[in-house]
């Protein structure tokens, strides 16, 4: 089961910002916190990720908070191409040092004219 | 230039039929998986390969094979196909296997019909 728990769905006006929280509350102290997103019937993209401080590309910005227990996504002006289920993920260990990406229900963004 | 190319986009075929979907990635990565998305949208990884060795493979069952003839592909052939066998399969790959900055790029997707 995935390690992070989303809300189901969102609307978003476009031009707003989008702000997306994630509850990570049993995260380990070296794990990374990762973003992707699908846009529909397309493959799942790499949004952003990060550890504990907060981190900035050119499509969004992750804040973390200080106890690493929750993260909040920030598309800073959505568009209506932002339309997608966006993904928080926790990696987890399948075994030694090996990790998988547990993808669950994510986040049904929808941005609305 | 596609960066994760899958082949075919679309698959139909009849239970009982064995087929292979193909994968091909240009960016040098020395990780692939394999990941089924079923009919109520949840994402799993099924297989992941690090130079041409199986890495992981999550409880799949012994009709698919994965195949990585050398580091750029990861084909997936699936015997005795069955009504369950229908999804869209997601091929991705990644710079390294189980590193802090493993991000994955993942192709387009076989949307596998069985009737």
């Known amino acids: 089961d995935a390690k992070t728990t989303q809300p189901t769905s969102m609307d978003c006006a476009e031009g707003r910002a989008a702000n997306l929280p994630c509850n990570h509350s049993t995260i380990s102290g070296n794990e990374y916190v990762y973003w992707y997103r699908q846009i529909h019937s397309q493959g799942p993209q790499y949004i952003i990720h990060?550890?504990?401080n907060n981190e900035t590309n050119e499509m969004a910005s992750l804040i973390i908070t200080e106890d690493r227990k929750s993260s909040t996504l920030i598309l800073p002006h959505a568009t209506l191409r932002d339309t997608a289920v966006y993904y928080c993920?926790?990696?987890?260990?399948?075994?030694?040092?090996?990790?998988?990406?547990?993808f669950g229900k994510g986040t049904l963004l929808t941005v609305n004219p | 230039d596609t960066a994760v190319s899958q082949t075919p986009k679309y698959l139909v075929t009849q239970m009982g039929n064995d087929k292979s979907i193909k994968c091909e990635q240009n960016l040098g990565h020395d990780t692939m998986y394999w990941y089924k998305q079923d009919s109520k949208k949840f994402l799993k990884i099924m297989f992941s390969?690090?130079?041409?060795?199986?890495?992981i493979n999550e409880t799949v069952p012994n009709r698919f094979s994965p195949k990585s003839p050398d580091k750029a592909h990861l084909n997936l052939h699936i015997n005795s196909l069955e009504l369950g066998d229908s999804a869209v399969y997601f091929c991705?790959?990644?710079?390294?296997?189980?590193?802090?900055?493993?991000?994955?790029?993942f192709g387009p997707g076989t949307r596998l019909t069985v009737l």
């Open positions: 990060g550890l504990k």
């Open positions: 991705a790959s990644s710079q390294e296997f189980g590193g802090y900055t493993d991000t994955q790029y």
């Open positions: 390969y690090n130079n041409k060795e199986l890495i």
């Open positions: 993920i926790v990696r987890e260990s399948s075994g030694g040092s090996n990790y998988k990406l547990t």
